[in-house]
């Protein structure tokens, strides 16, 4: 049986703490595939592609560790509440989830405590373990098309209440001036989307970024590695910007 939650260099010793809601495809048999069809089930809609492989080059980077959900933002979205519709989606843009039509409170509860309740804990206990410099870092993918409409920006920098990494990475754009940065973009915290922020770092006022990269630009190792070393370029001095100040204050 495959946990719902993994953590990946758990020993290590950096000062990111590194967070992949939407890692894995992956839909439990007990599911039964959610009534979805093979293509709906491989699609953006049910995870975050390139998503945990970054993950794992920053992971190297930065010996930070890594909390992953194996299990389909389908079947549970770690980024969502329980309480939120979009945490067991009936749709997905396009996509209509037949296997979450007229869920019950009782099914809702199941899954609630089968998988996002075990990743909570799992995040909790690596942050627990860790001193008040930690920074939290989320990584995601976003589709270059969404309803349609085609998307411009490449790589997303989102926060919520506390915008100091954020700040502090935005500060050093102009390292690449061929990328299409945004602040708040595709998404932003009126869109629900800064749930695991606000619940595990801005809780224990620690830094954080919530990472949305476009997923044309994560398609192979070749092009994730060079992501990596981008985002690289604005959050390790972002890292030591804040430290500073920090030490001033």
């Known amino acids: 049986m495959i946990a719902p939650v993994e953590i990946l260099n758990g020993m290590g010793q950096g000062r990111v703490v590194l967070l992949c809601e939407h890692a894995s495809h992956r839909i439990p048999a007990v599911y039964d595939g959610l009534g979805l069809t093979e293509a709906d089930s491989l699609s953006h809609a049910a995870w975050d592609p390139g998503a945990r492989s970054l993950s794992i080059e920053l992971s190297r980077a930065l010996d930070a560790p890594i909390v992953a959900s194996t299990v389909s933002r ?8 329980p309480e939120a519709q979009s945490a067991m989606p ?9 296997g979450n039509a007229g869920l019950t409170q009782s099914q809702c509860d199941d899954r609630t405590t089968a998988v996002y309740k075990p990743f909570c804990a799992a995040v909790a206990n690596v942050l627990d373990e860790r001193g008040p410099e930690t920074v939290v870092v989320t990584v995601h993918s976003f589709t270059p098309v969404y309803f349609g409409q085609n998307r411009t920006v490449e790589l997303g920098l989102l926060h919520d209440e506390d915008s100091r990494l954020v700040d502090a990475m935005l500060d050093h754009v102009g390292r690449l001036p061929h990328r299409r940065i945004e602040r708040n973009e595709p998404y932003g915290p009126a869109d629900g989307v800064t749930h695991s922020l606000r619940l595990h770092a801005l809780s224990r006022g620690l830094p954080n970024v919530m990472l949305e990269v476009r997923n ?3 398609r192979t190792d070749e092009q994730i590695a060079v992501m990596a070393d981008e985002i690289l370029a604005l959050l390790q001095p972002a890292l030591s910007d804040i430290a500073i100040r920090e030490d001033e204050s």
Request: charged share 30%.
């Open 74 to 81: 389908l079947v549970y979205d770690c980024n969502r509440p």
């Open 216 to 218: 044309d630009l994560l």
């Open 90 to 98: 009936e749709r997905s843009e396009q996509i209509v989830v037949p």
